[in-house]
DNA sequence: ACGCCGACTTAGTAGTATGGAG
DNA sequence: CTCCATACTACTAAGTCGGCGT
């Protein structure tokens, strides 16, 4: 269980009654005031063509000449490219029909997985590797000409537990019919984590239960469970535990046996082939039957996600291609030729009732494109960032009020990297972008400070107090003035589709989430532009992290702080603490040795009067611990190897043998605390010097460390390297610094960045 | 003109692999 | 060599955005 140090739930109590309730019912809070409050017809939606009669539009500063789609037309390069890929697209669509009904199965798999077998270890290497960023690519509506894969992956069936391990309802065993054993087990897992816990997880999970066990006859033994408080899944949660711990003591040669015949098993599915070319599969797998752990307050969190049978799913593959075999006696939902979609195969998941596909692996070609189209677009952004710029500060003073809206919105999302931020529905968490925030959402303090206080995408809370333009201030006081009150659009008159129409006017393409991209690689060319070519690769790794971190914070990429984490951070600290105090012994030993020395160097010797007895001792107590731990463990780990030998076991004067040493060592300390003496181990004090800068080194190495691990503690570095910061950045900061690259991205990264890596010259810049 | 939905990118976390300190 | 913490991968939820149908 890991704990978020910023409470992004925002508990309660810190909350004025008033908003949070309306936070948490906020639909119906705003239905109901617009029923009644002459606000609705104004601030609902249909923002746009009510212009004139707003309540707003009355005020000083906006005239009634509201011209609400004129906007600003600049930049009309919007290339005809489009329109004839659209039409391709069109035409495609229709000469593959949407709906082919069961194709009838042809045989012969085996076609197809004969070559992977041998040479799927070395095949992406050298011959003929498909480089396309080398390649001309002209139309991007036609995704390939031909698609062939082995199908997907099914989970396997649920295997019912033991007939003695039951769930408990009131005290008594459950005979569950193995369906409902199945879903009871999925919460049995959980029993641990926060999910276990969550009101709302247990709910749906519990009414779900039910029904499940309805549907499968109920009980076999008349046991009607009613209220989820009787229920005891503790024993489910146990024989799982035990199963796990199984798991971990099987040698491990049987490790190795299991994972080979599971890839082996898997072998064919992990490979394609798009225009005849071999690329990989990403997830192949078919998501296997649970209970849907939403995040933040999801209102459906803890509901049965079924499981998804081959008729359920939907393959897209090429008309010539043989259609993969259905698993035993199971036929496939439907057999698509799309060629205008990435996808191999889909279907409908049951919670949200969206689609799940199977797509391409990240290191695909079709993938790599569309990455190097995005950081393109991005880079592209640069010539027009400066026209957007002046005009939305123009804007921020225009006398529409879409457009005023419209130009603060772009503030927003320029300066403090928002998302678009669309209208979410009352069966989905409740949280918010730019367009979507609420009048709850941003308090103001004049002169012109702002605070921030939302929650974002996965729930993520996005806290920030800032200054802004006084314009931005001034203008934000005026979408919050009444009678608009909590639970009310920030931007009655915005949405996402119109803020990104208006940023097509500058630049073909352009949409709310570049912003993000060029904001982010910007950032990050800025920040490695600043780091000296000096140093070892260690310190300039660090260095390219910060630059990293950077680029995380502005994007508000958080993680939960590890459990362990502030045990280790204590732990570190207390390690420095004692490597000054080895420092500061030798220090003590030059000065018993040879007086003079302190005379020549007063100043190197200062610090041995920093340490204070307390913390000497402190210190001592600590040593002396640990070096008894180490040996009460030690030999209990003797022991234990001994037993499992069938050899004898130390006796346990063994153990106070080595407690003596500790006892020694306490003594020693004592002695060294009372006198202010050391006992002298050498007497050669160039010696004891150089020890003393190894250790000087280790202490700056350490302290740093830590600091780095504060830093990161909770911030994700890992979502921005691979979304948002353009990755030749990265491979040019290697090339120049000498870093090698797999320090910067991880095996799967280098694959993934394939066409960075090759592309990316040292002069190349964002 | 607009809301819905299909298809894609972006996101944090759980679980497993790995490698460095003791 | 073992153990533990960190790094990395796999997983899947949650966004964005364009296009389609009404």
């Not at 225009?398 to 999302?413: D, G, H, T």
């Not at 730019?434 to 959402?441: A, F, G, K, Q, V």
Request: aromatic residues 8%; hydrophobic residues 30%; glycine residues 4%.
């Amino acid at each position: 269980m890991t704990v978020r140090l910023k409470d992004e739930t925002s508990s309660e109590d810190e909350d004025a009654p008033l908003s949070s309730s309306i936070q948490r019912t906020k639909r119906t809070i705003e239905d109901c005031d617009y029923e009644d409050d002459d606000l609705k017809s104004k601030t609902v939606n249909t923002g746009i063509k009510k212009e004139d009669n707003d309540a707003y539009d009355s005020d000083e500063a906006l005239s009634k000449v509201a011209k609400p789609k004129k906007i600003v037309k600049r930049a009309k390069k919007a290339v005809s490219k489009k329109s004839s890929s659209s039409n391709a697209k069109k035409s495609i669509k229709r000469a593959a029909p949407r709906k082919t009904p069961k194709v009838v199965r042809e045989v012969s798999v085996e076609q197809q997985n004969a070559d992977p077998e041998d040479d799927s270890k070395e095949s992406t290497e050298d011959v003929d590797e498909f480089k396309w960023w080398e390649k001309e690519n002209d139309d991007e509506s036609i995704k390939w000409t031909t698609l062939k894969h082995n199908g997907v992956i099914f989970p396997p069936k649920y295997d019912p537990l033991p007939s003695h391990i039951r769930m408990y309802y009131d005290g008594n065993p459950v005979d569950l019919p193995p369906q409902a054993e199945e879903v009871a087990g999925f919460f049995a897992a959980l029993l641990e984590s926060d999910h276990a816990q969550n009101p709302t997880f247990q709910k749906n999970f519990f009414s779900d239960f039910l029904d499940v066990l309805k549907e499968s006859g109920g009980a076999r033994n008349g046991i009607k469970p009613k209220d989820f408080k009787l229920c005891d899944f503790s024993k489910m949660f146990d024989y799982f535990q035990l199963q796990k711990e199984q798991r971990k003591q099987l040698s491990p040669q049987e490790k190795k046996k299991l994972k080979q015949e599971k890839e082996e098993l898997e072998e064919p599915y992990k490979f394609c082939w798009l225009d005849g070319r071999k690329e990989q599969v990403g997830n192949f797998r078919i998501e296997p039957p649970g209970l849907f752990r939403g995040r933040g307050a999801h209102p459906k969190t803890g509901k049965l996600k079924r499981r998804v049978y081959p008729e359920d799913v939907v393959l897209n593959l090429d008309k010539e291609a043989t259609i993969p075999e259905a698993p035993d006696g199971h036929k496939w939902g439907e057999v698509r030729h799309d060629n205008t979609v990435q996808w191999l195969a889909m279907w409908r998941e049951n919670i949200s009732n969206s689609f799940k596909y199977v797509r391409f692996a990240a290191n695909s070609s079709l993938k790599g494109m569309s990455d190097f189209k995005k950081f393109e677009k991005a880079r592209q952004l640069k010539d027009y960032i400066d026209a957007v710029r002046k005009d939305y500060n123009k804007n921020l003073k225009s006398k529409v009020m879409l457009e005023r809206q419209i130009a603060v919105a772009c503030y927003f999302i320029d300066v403090f990297a928002l998302r678009a931020g669309g209208e979410k529905a009352d069966d989905e968490a409740d949280t918010v972008g730019c367009c979507s925030l609420r009048y709850e959402h941003v308090t103001l303090k004049p002169p012109n400070t702002v605070i921030f206080d939302f929650l974002g995408k996965d729930s993520i809370r996005f806290y920030q107090e800032v200054q802004v333009e006084k314009q931005v201030f001034k203008n934000l006081t005026l979408f919050k003035k009444a009678p608009k009150k909590p639970g009310h659009q920030l931007f009655d008159r915005l949405d996402p589709s119109i803020l990104n129409k208006h940023l097509q006017n500058y630049m073909p393409g352009l949409t709310a989430k570049v912003f993000r991209t060029y904001n982010a690689s910007k950032t990050m060319q800025d920040q490695l532009d600043l780091i000296p070519n000096e140093g070892t690769v260690a310190e300039k790794l660090l260095k390219y992290n910060a630059a990293n971190r950077t680029v995380a914070i502005l994007c508000n990429h958080q993680r939960t702080v590890t459990k362990g984490h502030a045990a280790s951070v204590q732990k570190a600290m207390e390690r420095i603490e004692e490597l000054e105090w080895q420092k500061i012994r030798l220090k003590r030993t030059i000065m018993q040795l040879d007086e003079a020395e302190v005379k020549k160097n007063p100043k190197y010797f200062a610090e041995v009067k920093d340490l204070v007895k307390e913390q000497e001792a402190a210190i001592h107590k600590r040593l002396v611990e640990k070096e008894r731990e180490k040996y009460t463990k030690k030999f209990a780990r003797e022991n234990e190897k001994r037993k499992f030998d069938k050899e004898e076991e130390l006796p346990e004067s063994v153990l106070q043998e080595w407690m003596e040493k500790a006892e020694e060592m306490e003594k020693e300390y004592r002695q060294e605390l009372d006198t202010g003496k050391v006992q002298v181990k050498t007497s050669d004090i160039e010696k004891i010097k150089s020890q003393i800068e190894k250790l000087d080194q280790r202490i700056e190495n350490c302290s740093i460390q830590l600091k780095d691990k504060e830093d990161n503690s909770q911030v994700a570095l890992g979502t921005s390297k691979i979304n948002y910061i353009d990755p030749r950045l990265s491979v040019v900061f290697c090339k120049k610094f000498g870093v090698p690259l797999e320090k910067v991205f991880t095996k799967s990264l280098r694959d993934k960045f394939k066409w960075a890596v090759e592309s990316a010259d040292e002069n190349w810049r964002f």
